[in-house]
């Protein structure tokens, strides 16, 4: 393989479809399907039913899934895929500190999410007592990088093709009356998220929720995830986002910048 072009796509020869098709049925459990029958793994993954079954009784064999009666479900085991990933990361427990030390100062919980796709993955959270969502956060949960300020950030770190790529591809959805759906507007807001080093969203991917994020950086300058404080309208004003959390997240960003190499 050419080490130029070291990103494979199906069609090249060292591309192992068995392999991406496994990692398919494990993600097809989710919040929203976290137990399925045969049936439905096989219409959510696309695969046919002789298909499926193979990778879920493979999947079951391993440990990563569990099968009751008709139904299939993720086992235990498969938290440690996602353990492979905090582990490899040393700065996760700098990160932690901080994300802790943000929750203290302001009473709101603070987060740390990096862009997977189309989606911000949280990889570290410091949680407040309030709940802010009508679901539930917590390490490994995605939500769509177009209407958080964690996303809205990360997008606007990206070269200038892959961030014109993503608002070519994006489905924008009204997820509350305040949601933006026009891709021209977008595109203005995440250059101006790039310019101001910060974006604040509110209330458009839930109700009451606002939030304020800013891009975090190792000491070599690489992009690394992006820090967020979020926060319930009815009891924060916009003004105090950007007034006293902004600094103290400019702050937090800037240690970390000097521990994480």
């Not at 096989?42 to 569990?66: C, E, Q, S």
């Not at 070269?159 to 014109?164: I, K, N, Q």
């Not at 509350?176 to 759906?181: A, D, I, K, P, V």
């Amino acid at each position: 393989m050419d080490s130029k072009d070291d990103t494979l796509t199906p069609e090249d020869r060292d591309f192992v479809t068995a392999l991406a098709s496994g990692l398919e049925v494990i993600l097809a459990f989710d919040q929203r399907t976290p137990r399925m029958t045969l049936s439905e793994v096989a219409a959510k993954t696309g695969m046919n039913r002789a298909r499926a079954r193979r990778f879920l009784l493979t999947l079951h064999a391993l440990g990563y899934v569990r099968k009751q009666q008709r139904t299939f479900e993720l086992a235990p085991k498969a938290l440690q895929l996602g353990y492979a990933f905090l582990s490899s990361n040393g700065y996760r427990t700098v990160i932690q500190q901080h994300l802790e030390a943000i929750t203290d100062a302001t009473g709101e919980s603070s987060s740390m999410g990096v862009l997977d796709g189309d989606d911000v993955t949280y990889v570290a959270r410091s949680a407040a007592p309030h709940r802010l969502m009508s679901i539930s956060l917590a390490v490994g949960t995605r939500l769509p990088a177009a209407y958080t300020s964690m996303g809205r950030v990360l997008l606007a770190q990206l070269p200038t093709a892959e961030r014109d790529a993503f608002l070519a591809r994006v489905d924008l959805q009204r997820h509350t009356e305040h949601s933006l759906t026009d891709t021209a507007a977008l595109r203005d807001c995440l250059a101006q998220v790039r310019e101001q080093g910060y974006c604040v969203v509110d209330q458009e991917l839930d109700s009451g929720l606002r939030s304020l994020a800013i891009p975090a950086f190792d000491a070599h300058g690489e992009l690394i995830g992006a820090l967020n404080v979020s926060t319930n309208a009815a009891r924060v004003e916009l003004a105090t986002l950007t007034e006293r959390f902004l600094p103290l997240l400019r702050e937090k960003a800037a240690q970390i910048a000097t521990q994480v190499n």
